[in-house]
């Protein structure tokens, strides 16, 4: 596939300025500009895939009645954690 090009983007002199002082050795500013639509579309595409699948969820428990309590889930979380603090601590 060919490359596209995008159209021009007017941004803030200093944030232009920001871009180019993090650019990498031999990185470009295009370069860095692609990366980071790259990595935003990456980041959009799994925020509305988590989104469809607690949606689906959702549904999913309406339908079959069965629901777990938030805080049933925090505690279970809650000992998870202090499972694992305990097991780092044990293993120093």
Do not use: W
Not at 6 to 25: F, G, T, Y
Not at 37 to 51: C, G, K, P, T, Y
């Amino acid at each position: 596939m060919k490359a596209s090009t995008l159209s021009s983007i007017h941004v803030r002199p200093e944030l232009c300025q920001a871009a180019e002082a993090v650019l990498k050795p031999g990185e470009t500013l295009s370069a860095l500009i692609e990366e980071a639509l790259a990595q935003s579309i990456a980041l959009r595409q799994n925020q509305r895939e988590f989104i469809a699948r607690g949606m689906a969820s959702a549904t999913g428990a309406r339908q079959s009645g069965r629901y777990i309590e938030s805080d049933a889930v925090l505690d279970a979380l809650e000992q998870r954690l202090q499972d694992t603090k305990a097991l780092r601590k044990n293993a120093r």
